[in-house]
């Protein structure tokens, strides 16, 4: 047992070592990065000076620090990693969840994807999950245009989005052609929870004989719905219903139904 405990310190004090060793390393290498980084941005500036200076032009001293700032702030490969892998884009408008590590980046990352990234004009940040009655999300507003209203195309249907007010998601794409391949000629379909009339919409683009009623309780999901079904010119083939999805089956939809989505 004398030998095990013996072991165990030699063994820990061994590690002491290898971890105060590696730590001392950490903090030189950092040292001497910061030591060098006023170096590469006075180098980075003088390049450019040079290359400014070439092209026989006038510069506004002012607003070429302010580009040069901008440029050395870009993201590295390190923090781009820390970005949530995948965000969505709906129509204009990109909604992007930004970890608390890079908030003070936000808005250079929202000008960047509006920069590179065509149809993006707008650039929300996700502050919440999806929550409530009416499934919505707590949308921040970081860049571009001050407008969550959108136009989606999907399956060769066209759609206005309302990404804060209302619930929309473009992951569920697949889905939604999934489904609508499923229906049979002349069928009569209850959707519980329609939303904007994505589903309801594209199940009656693919299957003309059909009848569905797209029931929501949100008024701007019931509005927005309205306009989506004339815009696809699916008036009488899909019902918009404003109200609960139990309520009105239970008073107007009871036993009408061959299927009901929820």
Same mark, same amino acid.
């Given at each position: 047992?004398?030998?095990?405990?013996?072991?165990r310190?030699?063994?820990?004090?061994?590690?002491?070592?290898?971890?105060?060793l590696?730590?001392?390393?950490?903090?030189?290498?950092?040292?001497?990065?910061?030591?060098?980084?006023p170096?590469?941005?006075q180098?980075?500036k003088?390049r450019?000076?040079?290359?400014?200076s070439?092209?026989k032009v006038?510069?506004?001293?002012?607003?070429?620090?302010?580009?040069?700032?901008?440029y050395?702030e870009k993201?590295? +490969?390190?923090?781009? #990693?820390?970005?949530s892998?995948? *965000?969505?884009i709906?129509? $204009?408008?990109? !909604? =992007?969840?930004i970890?608390?590590?890079?908030?003070?980046?936000?808005?250079?990352?929202?000008?960047t994807?509006?920069?590179e990234?065509?149809p993006?004009?707008?650039v929300?940040?996700?502050?919440?999950?999806?929550?409530?009655?009416?499934r919505?999300?707590?949308l921040?507003?970081i860049?571009?245009?001050?407008?969550?209203?959108?136009i989606?195309?999907?399956?060769?249907?066209?759609?206005?989005?309302?990404?804060?007010n209302?619930y929309?998601?473009?992951r569920?794409?697949t889905?939604?052609?999934?489904?609508s391949?499923? +229906?049979?000629p002349? #069928?009569?379909?209850v959707?519980m *929870?329609?939303?904007?009339g $994505?589903f309801? !919409? =594209?199940?009656?683009?693919?299957?003309?004989?059909s009848?569905?009623y797209?029931i929501?309780?949100?008024?701007?999901?019931?509005?927005?719905?309205r306009q989506?079904?004339?815009?696809?010119?699916?008036t009488?083939?899909?019902?918009?219903?404003?109200g609960?999805?139990?309520?009105?089956?239970?008073?107007?939809?009871?036993?009408?139904a061959?299927?009901v989505?929820?």
């Amino acid at each position: 047992l004398q030998n095990i405990l013996t072991f165990r310190r030699d063994e820990g004090l061994s590690l002491e070592k290898e971890f105060q060793l590696r730590i001392g390393n950490i903090r030189h290498y950092m040292t001497e990065a910061l030591a060098l980084d006023p170096e590469r941005v006075q180098a980075i500036k003088d390049r450019l000076q040079t290359a400014i200076s070439e092209l026989k032009v006038n510069v506004d001293e002012n607003r070429f620090e302010q580009e040069l700032i901008y440029y050395l702030e870009k993201l590295d +490969i390190t923090e781009l #990693e820390k970005l949530s892998s995948s *965000f969505d884009i709906i129509g $204009t408008i990109a !909604i =992007i969840k930004i970890p608390e590590t890079l908030s003070s980046k936000k808005k250079l990352i929202a000008d960047t994807l509006i920069e590179e990234i065509k149809p993006v004009k707008t650039v929300f940040c996700q502050l919440s999950a999806i929550e409530g009655d009416y499934r919505l999300r707590k949308l921040e507003l970081i860049s571009g245009e001050n407008t969550p209203i959108t136009i989606y195309r999907e399956h060769g249907c066209t759609f206005k989005v309302d990404v804060i007010n209302t619930y929309f998601s473009p992951r569920l794409s697949t889905e939604r052609l999934r489904i609508s391949k499923l +229906i049979e000629p002349n #069928e009569v379909i209850v959707n519980m *929870f329609g939303g904007v009339g $994505t589903f309801s !919409i =594209i199940i009656s683009h693919s299957n003309k004989s059909s009848k569905i009623y797209s029931i929501d309780s949100n008024p701007m999901a019931h509005d927005i719905c309205r306009q989506n079904i004339e815009i696809n010119k699916l008036t009488g083939k899909v019902i918009p219903i404003l109200g609960d999805a139990k309520e009105e089956i239970y008073n107007k939809l009871r036993g009408i139904a061959t299927r009901v989505l929820m």
